[in-house]
């Protein structure tokens, strides 16, 4: 699935996030969204999913203007995980994860074993299945971050949109969620997208970074040539520095304050 920002700009009351970003992002890549809070990820996110509108610019997937999408087909074509899950009532977790097989049911609207199966091997994929039948609201909430994270998975949509998906999670989870989310990547040609303030987790697993400095500025491209010490620095507003161990990178702050 190929989205295609054209002239994007974002503004917040009277600050520019985003100023005129061009930029494609296409089957089997994974994008990481960096920047510091306030820059704009969340926003972004948003006008990606259709969810806004950019001030101005045009976003489009397999050619066509994210606006003139049907809801359904939308739906189809790409899954969002928001950065905060709400669960008002009682539900196991399969029946959590079936309601992202919304849009694929027909007739009277009940789940099929196809349905069930994608259900089955999304909780599979995240170390879930004993979860299956356990209620929503018993969960911790590095449990249900990832049982958000699956219920898109479960969605089959060639676009995912992700939306601070590791946070509430241990470094064990967060590198599983990673490795789920690469794998989707690859050997589905998904597109993924996902917001993250670990840049070096970012540098392990993404192909691709954006970064957005929260003043219009968006630096794009493969995530080796956007993460680097001086961008990251300049965009965070703090000094940072490259280091190496063997075949291992990390960028960590460069001086110490007292």
Known sequence: MTLRLDAIVLRVGARTLIDGLTQTMSAGEVWCIAGPNGA???????????????????????????????????????????????????ATVLDTLLLNRFPYLTGWG??????????????????????????????????????????VLCQNAPLLLLDEPLSHLDLHHQIDC??????????????????CHDLN??????????????????????????LTPERASAAFGYPLALIRDGEHEALVPSIHRS
């Open 201 to 226: 987790l970012a540098r392990r697993f993404a192909t691709h970074a954006l970064l957005l400095d929260g003043h219009g500025g968006a630096f794009a491209g493969r995530v080796t040539d956007v």
């Open 40 to 90: 704009g990820k969340t926003t972004l996110i948003n006008v990606l999913a259709g969810l806004m509108k950019p001030a101005s610019g045009r976003v489009s997937l397999e050619g066509r203007a994210l606006a003139s999408w049907r809801a359904a087909d939308l739906a189809r074509a790409r899954a969002l995980m928001p950065q905060a899950t709400h669960d008002a009532f009682s």
């Open 178 to 195: 990673l490795h789920a989310l690469r794998d989707a990547a690859r050997e589905h040609a998904r597109t993924i997208v996902f917001s």
């Open 110 to 151: 009940w789940e099929n074993d196809d349905d069930r199966s994608a259900a089955r091997a999304a909780l599979d994929m995240l170390g879930l299945a004993s979860f299956a039948a356990r209620d929503v609201l018993t969960l911790s909430g590095g449990e249900r971050q990832r049982v958000a994270l699956a219920a």
